[in-house]
């Protein structure tokens, strides 16, 4: 069965390095999505991708994250200056295209600690 | 999305059905209900979803009452490894684009 694939699954950072969060969707999908998880609380939607540009982006998401599609088949978050506060799972997820039901598939998460 | 109401928690004996119950009373005609599941820490896993009519997949079963304002998600015979926060969601993306947003779910432990 196909997989979203995310790299690294645990990376440990000091507070105010940037990380590299990184993804390989399905590959027949045509949207990409960030969710994040701190521990004990609610999965967190964070932006959805399509076409090469943001489609949608939550209140979470302000300038310290960018995504990019640098190629292919990566897609990637990155966190700049991270905070204490930033670490969380994080899961990529993808999904064909939207309308009608829209089925997403998430990754097995990153897992960001930052010290 | 429409608000979604979930028990906190339930328990289910190895085998047996499980029956997890979802609230959405204010859904709208155009929403669809969504039942995924986060096992530990891992991704949420897409289980199910349904607009009007009840749905079967290899996984579950998804009953939707004739007003829609009520769902069931049945897994038939639980494991041990159904062991899992369950999630139930109603969205459109009409309504609230490309987002899922995840509410607190229910915690269902298969007990031996």
């Known amino acids: 069965e196909p997989e979203v694939t995310q790299t690294p699954s645990h990376q440990v950072t000091q507070m105010g390095q940037e990380v590299i969060l990184r993804c390989v969707p399905i590959?027949?999908?045509?949207?990409f999505y960030w969710y994040r998880q701190i521990l004990g609380q609610k999965v967190e939607f964070l932006v959805s991708?399509?076409?090469?540009?943001?489609?949608?982006k939550s209140e979470i998401f302000d300038d310290q994250f960018s995504v990019e599609r640098p190629d292919g088949s990566n897609f990637t978050l990155k966190i700049r200056s991270t905070k204490l506060e930033d670490s969380a799972m994080y899961f990529c997820?993808?999904?064909?295209?939207?309308?009608?039901?829209?089925?997403?598939?998430f990754g097995a998460g990153s897992r960001l600690t930052v010290l | 999305d429409a608000k979604t109401t979930q028990p906190p928690s339930m328990d289910c004996a190895e085998g047996r059905a499980a029956n997890l119950p979802c609230n959405h009373s204010?859904?709208?005609?155009?929403?669809?209900v969504y039942w995924y599941r986060q096992i530990h820490s891992q991704g949420p896993q897409y289980i199910i979803h349904?607009?009007?009519n009840n749905e079967t997949n290899e996984m579950a079963s998804l009953i939707i009452t004739e007003d829609r304002k009520s769902s069931t998600l049945i897994l038939p015979h639980a494991t041990l490894r159904d062991t899992a926060v369950y999630y139930c969601?109603?969205?459109?993306?009409?309504?609230?684009?490309?987002?899922?947003?995840f509410g607190e779910g229910t915690q269902l432990t298969v007990n031996p």
């Open positions: 997820a993808s999904s064909v295209g939207r309308g009608g039901a829209n089925v997403l598939t």
């Open positions: 991708f399509y076409n090469n540009e943001i489609s949608e």
């Open positions: 590959s027949n999908h045509l949207y």
């Open positions: 349904g607009l009007k």
């Open positions: 204010t859904i709208s005609g155009n929403e669809y």
């Open positions: 969601i109603a969205t459109s993306q009409e309504t609230s684009g490309s987002r899922l947003t």
